[in-house]
């Protein structure tokens, strides 16, 4: 008989059997089914694989979709992804149970009754629109447009423009993401600055960056792991691609700085477990360590680096060579062969042998090379000062810069670790110049890289919108030079500009205090903002401030009972097409199915801007009109291109949508004109644009450029990369280049109050062990490899592996302070408390703990919580993370860790979160008559204009 | 005969729990029961010099499995393949080869009131699949495969390591075929071999 097996032909029980549901609105009831799993002895029908692309998270893993009678039952890793080459991860493989959860939203709702009273009456999708759109325009007469703002965060199928693009046609400068200054802005801004690629040619690796990675005959040798944890943050992607190159016969020695013991530690050859918040004085130390023992690429330095360029000491701007009679497009530079100053054209002059450290008069001043401010800068870090600041040991920091320093061929990624703290903009900076002084550019085995570029050159085009973080462009002709200058935050902390959003800390100051002017309705798309924003409380105590709160996501969170007044039902992923760039392949992300009433949330926001539109608004009109928003305002500094994108108005259908995505295509590729062609011929294999040998190049800068003869250099206003970052000052000072607006790339935006420095400094986190405060232990935090963000906490199979929230306690802490493993314990900051389990480790290090976001959607519920607060009380660290000042300069980032806590052993559990496995069962999949089809509807872009009238 | 097993390198698994969820996908494990259970094993050694390795469970598909043996009603049995296997409509819930498992990797279905465990999937390796848990496994580092067939994916991939690196669940002379590879570098085995 066993060669009869089928999946469950022993076991007919259904996942969720006969289990009585109490779901948050307390109307859904789980009826008999075996959902996800029939039998194919009893079940003829037809199994369908329809080919997708997974976003449970930002990696993209390709994925097969097993579909009966249009219900998904069965996900399994898609082998032609070129990056995740069949592996799936638990969240990616979650998504049948995040898809059919019985909590769902699945119609538009509008709350009844007081808010967290969680009583909510549905509305069709026309009517709650055309309420949510009189509102809008009442706050526009009445208040002006910056009364409205919005919010986007990672996790759950975001499309991140979305909010910007609908706040750039309402005429609002303010949206703001918890991410941003506390993670990826700091480090994709600044490689913008210092490396001038494309927006995702940065250091970070879970940012679908660091593509040399994915290749296992790739000669890297070794790498350091800044605070990033591929083998956690993207399991199937980032953490296969590691395994891949552990797996060759030579390794990958690895170095990982991290407080916590990860999993890409416990694979290391050397893992430097330093104090939260304080790596900008460990990189100072590595560069000053590099400097001193000649360690560099001196060559790569001198001819690719603007570190030889002769800087003037009062401006901190590099000298140009006008000031010594030459040209002003050349910069100027100590030949050592003449014992003069010189101009030093692009590329390079043979003739020259710039120097690299020293300080030259010019014009009767003294002038270091940018070389010499960074060594000034980094002198006092030495490994012995270095180790006292962050508590490691010399010896061992030594070690790990030699494997870096000593290889051939090797790199440095850097992760989120320093997003998340007020030093975030040298942090950044520093990592990069680190990677610019070894000469690991576009180089074997490095992680900047410009892949794709000759490929590009050579007429081959990918043809679709890529998938980075403003793929879509956002609409920037349509900002005034008003709202760039009434932006909150923004303009002090004037790396905002670069993603066009505000700071979330005067954007709540502006809510309270009504200054400079009060933002009243809150427009929302993401999970749980009470998970996800520091200082939790801060936000909440402001809830009562705000008018009118519409929120958008794929199921209710503490966010939706606490504040909202509107649900506006979203897609998950399996029900989102959009076609996906991976390297040299374009493969679509299908709607595998579509439930309920959920829209795909850049749909929403046109929505919203066509029933504006119809109620007069004339930003919201132009918005739909291709001539209003692609008006091509870009230009060139130097070899740094600024200026507007073109735009993609708002889209009037799904249809349309997926062709925006997919706008150039036929350009390129006349065999998949369309998004139907793509799905059509090539959804299993994906479509590739560039042979991988066509696309995968090194050295694309010094390729010769056919339009100018000359090396293709970086897209720096210098053409070569900028370590020593004096754009980073000149941003601070006029907005440029990051300040677009209506009229172009503007540079005369007010000055932020302290300058930009070009060089990285240490900043001692506010808060310290030192401060002999109450509370002794620093705080970090950091990735799971089951959740991403504060979603899937309701899936209940992942919460069966982790249905608490841990703090890992270090044994000697344990002792001290009377920690038990397995113990819940009470975790207090000067900001309030909450809880955790405590898993006492040494895999974290003395003196910090670690604690991961969390929030319980248990607790939502009016018959299991003890009161509804605590869904986002019980066991979240943003109840205990910092939102006030020091900010970091640049960047505006506040304090997600290394900050000070105390632990206390407590009884019991104190919120009676669920712990025990089948708590989770409600939690499980829906089916049958539960799931009701989509209804078609009226167009609800009928009376709207995608071109001028005549 | 075959000799179908299961080989993980440990050198490379990272204890994301892929093959947890997979493993429960694939076959409609209930909540609170587990085919494959993924353990962490460490911190050995004393912060900071310290290593950690996870170690993921299933039924080791033993040469002389004890589960057969005192099974009263010859619901764990052997196949025609080799595999060892629980025949639900004879098994009366007696929970013996619970008990007589070395390993605890065999599960209570509360609701059918049988034992169950892993099958090595037989439902996708007859189609020429590989099981769900290797498939899926985000580290790529799971393998299956006959290991009486040097070709096979199990038992190349233990010809790359020595002996020293190769290991299995204490064995009491049932002989568990399931094998681990972990070098010590990355984490000293606590398992007997």
Redesign the interface.
Known sequence: ???T????S??????A?GAAIVTASGTHRLVEA?G??AD?DTDTSAVTIVPTVCRACIAQCTVLASVRDGRVI????NPEGPMS??????KG??G?QALYNPNRNKYPMVRVGERGGNEWKRLSWDDATDQIADKLMDAYNKYGPEAVFASTGGGGNPHISGPIRFMNSFGSPNNFEPGCAQCYLPRQTQARLVFGGGKDDNLSIADSNVLEFYFTDSQVQSCVLWGAGP??SG??MT??AM??L??RDQGLKTVVIDPR?T??A??ADV?L?LRPGTDVALMMCWIKYIIDNVLYDADFDQKWTNLPFLVDPDTKYCLHADVIGGSSDDYVVWDDNTGSVQALPFPYDDALDAALFGTYEVNGKQCPTGYQVLKDACDEYTLDKAAEICWL?ADRIEQAIHIYADAEYSTLIHGLATDQFPNSAQAALAALELECMMGHIEKPGAALQRFGCFAEENGKGAGIIPNDTFGMGCLQALITYDMLEKRLGSNEHKGFLNWQMAHIPTVLEAITTGKPYKPRIWLERSGNKLAAVGNAKSWYNALPEIDLVVHSYMYPTSFTIEAADYILPMREWLECPKPVLLMNKVFPRQEVTHLWETCDETLMWSRLAAKCAERGHDGCRRAFIKSEVAPGKSKKIGNFEVGIEDGYPWAHSEDELVGLFYNECGDYNPDIPTFDDLVEKYAETGYEWATIDEWRQYGFYKATDPSTGKPHGFGTVSGRVEPYSEITTRLGRTGFPFALCEDGCVEDLTPSSVDYEPVPYYMEPYENPADGSDYPLVMTEGRV??YHHGTLRNV???R??MPTAEIWV???DADEYGIADGKWVKVSSRRGETYARAVV???I??GAVYQERFWNPELLDKNTGKNLNGSWMAENVNVLTKNDAPFSDVYGTYTLRGFQVKVEQVDGNPYDVWT???D??PW?PLTGDDIAPTVEEADPWASIPSEEAE | MPHNAIVVNLNLCTGCMSCEIACKQENGVSLGQYWNKVFRVGPQGTFPDIKQYWLPTMCQQCENAPCVEVCPTGASYRDENNVVLINHEVCIGCKYCMMACPYGVRSWNTDEKVVEKCTLCPQLTTLGKKPACVHNCASQCRYYGDLDDPDSDASKVLARFNESDIHVLKDEGNHPSTHYILSEKIGTWEMGD
């Open positions: 008989m066993g060669t097996f089928t999946r469950r022993f076991v007919k029980t259904a996942v059997l075996d996800a799993y194919p069965n996900l399994e890793g080459q069949g592996a799936m991860c638990a493989l979650s049948i083998s956690w399991p199937s953490g296969r395994a891949a552990r797996d013991f999993a890409d416990s694979k893992w477990p040991d490899p089951i209940p199979y992942l069966e592996i270090n044994p000697k480790t040494s895999g290090c003395t025990e496995p089948t989770f069962q499980m």
